[in-house]
């Protein structure tokens, strides 16, 4: 059987007992180290196998293993689409499966400030930026989300994680680069960071304010707030900078 572990946020004290139960009967515990940089490291005395983005991709080895396995992702098992791949292809190849459900970034970032779940429009994740490679459609899709009324909740780069000041610029040069309105030196913006660990911090600070923020650590999430309803409002000033 194939048991996909939702690590939560701080894994392993954020293990379900149901998981727990499972991992003991793993003959075979692989850790997803690519989705989030808060990963299972330890485990007991049990040896961890790591996963990179391309060896889970390439999942041939996996279901040749015939034995049981946990897959150990962080937050929640499907919020990445390649996980959902090899429970796909182990179900039409006849395999067991099981799925363990736990918290997730998704929708957690935006309603632990107080934002309201209906109005969470699609996430965004940003890249870090490179020589050759800045693209502007993180932005965009952003600015359709505002334009509805709808919050952003931005993924950051986390190979290696991206730090807040990077990605605030990246955020600035994009908007020079568009001129859409949604990003200036005022505009105000949420930052959770080691969400559900003991070095979680909550900010809803001015971008400006945030670029030069050295106080939190990886990984950070930011949420863009569209249209604030006035519960909202008040839910935001008890995480003002």
């Excluded at 790591?50 to 150990?72: C, G, H, P, Q, T």
């Excluded at 039409?92 to 099981?98: D, E, F, P």
């Excluded at 930026?129 to 950051?156: A, C, Q, V, W």
Aim: proline share 6%; net charge negative.
């Amino acid at each position: 059987m194939i048991g996909f572990i939702s690590a939560g946020f701080n894994p392993p004290l954020s293990f379900t007992k149901e998981e727990l139960d499972f991992l003991e009967t793993s003959e075979l515990i692989l850790v997803d180290t690519y989705t989030s940089p808060n990963y299972l490291k330890e485990f007991g005395n049990r040896k961890l196998t790591f996963a990179d983005r391309d060896s889970l991709e390439n999942y041939e080895w996996i279901m040749n293993e015939r034995k049981n396995i946990s897959i150990v992702i962080p937050g929640d098992s499907f919020s990445a689409t390649t996980h959902y791949a090899i429970y796909r292809e182990a179900i039409l190849r006849g395999l067991k499966v099981k799925v363990f459900h736990n918290s997730s970034i998704f929708p957690t970032a935006a309603t632990r400030m107080g934002l309201h779940l209906y109005k969470i429009g699609p996430a965004v994740s940003l890249p870090r930026f490179k020589h050759r490679f800045r693209p502007i459609s993180p932005y965009d899709k952003m600015l359709e989300n505002f334009k509805k009324g709808l919050h952003t909740i931005l993924l950051l780069d986390t190979e290696p994680p991206l730090e807040l000041g990077d990605a605030i610029d990246q955020l600035l040069w994009m908007e020079e680069q568009t001129k859409g309105g949604l990003f200036d030196r005022n505009r105000e913006i949420g930052v959770v960071c080691s969400l559900g660990t003991p070095n979680e911090k909550i900010i809803y600070a001015k971008i400006e304010t945030l670029r030069g923020w050295k106080d939190g650590e990886a990984p950070f999430t930011i949420v863009v707030p569209g249209e604030l309803h006035f519960q909202e409002k008040e839910a935001l000033d008890l995480f003002k900078l």
